[in-house]
């Protein structure tokens, strides 16, 4: 291509690159929530019985490192604006919300990578086997699966189903979805992390949970059971509910307003090292004495502007 002169020279040395290249690598991720639950209880009541348990895998293919790195990054930059201009295309589960909390005319296809959620509400039981039959016969390669139910069905990390809502307005209720496999584990409070990281975790669950739950008593059973969770995992009472007051206060429709991409007009100043308790005070006082330090001459030559904070393991 760059021979013919279809490709020009930035982009060639960019894909030709001599670099330490490594062949890819292939491995497998269990699918333990396609389990039978009563496999799964079974195992946990006698665990010698995983030997016998035969598990799905998700092949996965890690290409880092690989000839088909830049290759495929490539590709991306020019095929990624074109998927997201699709009708279908679904960017995360927010955007599923927002279609679902608007949507009464049933009768939609959306879909997310691999991943098809079709709603529709003309048609039999035999047509749509007929639909994926049609499908499946088109390329060798490509083949569907599908499950389908009159109430309720997962997709992403939401449960959508017919509840009070559908009933009086027509519009599907949501919940969120959890595993049958979740086990909770949230980082345990007793790790040596910033005490912000510990605050965004429950911050960033509880905002999951008021998006993915219209209901407002589910959504106080969903704040309740992760509560319980997090003290079992060594978080305070009184640190839960400072951020639970936080994220109660605001209006669900705000935590499902897409917000705009800032655009910075210089990179950021980041402040980074290897984190420590004694490391932490730097970002509390400098954070803390901001306006002051700001008008400082000495200072300015430190930081021109307010900075980030990274801090690291090693």
């Given at each position: 291509?760059?021979?013919?002169?279809?490709?020009?020279?930035?982009?060639?040395?960019?894909?030709?690159?001599?670099?330490?290249?490594?062949?890819?690598?292939?491995?497998?991720?269990?699918?333990?929530?396609?389990?039978?639950?009563?496999?799964?209880?079974?195992?946990?009541?006698?665990?010698?019985?995983?030997?016998?348990?035969?598990?799905?895998?998700?092949?996965?293919?890690?290409?880092s490192g690989t000839v088909l790195e830049r290759i495929g990054q490539y590709l991306d930059k020019f095929m990624l604006p074109a998927v997201v201009k699709q009708e279908t295309h679904l960017r995360d589960s927010l955007e599923f919300i927002n279609i679902i909390e608007k949507l009464q005319k049933i009768s939609s296809l959306y879909r997310f990578r691999d991943?098809?959620?079709?709603?529709?509400?003309?048609?039999?039981?035999?047509?749509?086997?007929?639909?994926?039959e049609h499908a499946n016969r088109q390329h060798a390669l490509l083949k569907f699966t599908?499950?389908?139910?009159?109430?309720?069905?997962?997709?992403?990390?939401?449960?959508?189903?017919?509840?009070?809502?559908?009933?009086?307005?027509?519009?599907?209720?949501?919940?969120?979805?959890?595993?049958?496999?979740?086990?909770?584990?949230?980082?345990?409070?007793?790790?040596?992390?910033?005490s912000s990281t510990f605050r965004g975790i429950i911050k960033g669950e509880m905002l999951r949970f008021k998006r993915c739950t219209n209901d407002p008593v589910d959504l106080q059973t969903q704040y309740a059971l992760f509560s319980e969770r997090l003290i079992k995992r060594g978080y305070p009472k009184n640190e839960i509910k400072t951020v639970m007051q936080e994220v109660t206060a605001k209006q669900r429709k705000d935590t499902l307003m897409v917000k705009p991409k800032s655009v910075l007009m210089s990179p950021p100043l980041v402040f980074s090292t290897v984190f420590s308790r004694q490391k932490s005070h730097i970002k509390t006082n400098i954070l803390k004495h901001w306006d002051q330090l700001k008008d400082d001459e000495e200072a300015k030559l430190l930081f021109d502007k307010r900075p980030l904070f990274a801090f690291r393991r090693h």
């Open positions: 291509m760059h021979r013919k002169g279809v490709m020009d020279e930035i982009t060639f040395k960019y894909l030709s690159a001599k670099r330490d290249l490594k062949p890819g690598r292939l491995y497998l991720l269990p699918k333990l929530h396609k389990l039978d639950p009563e496999l799964i209880e079974s195992v946990q009541q006698n665990p010698t019985l995983y030997k016998n348990v035969r598990i799905q895998g998700r092949p996965i293919v890690s290409l991943d098809g959620f079709f709603i529709y509400n003309e048609g039999t039981d035999d047509e749509i086997a007929q639909f994926f599908h499950e389908k139910s009159q109430t309720k069905m997962q997709f992403l990390d939401v449960l959508v189903f017919k509840g009070p809502r559908f009933r009086e307005t027509g519009i599907l209720d949501l919940t969120t979805f959890r595993k049958k496999t979740e086990n909770y584990q949230y980082l345990e409070r007793s790790s040596c992390h910033p």
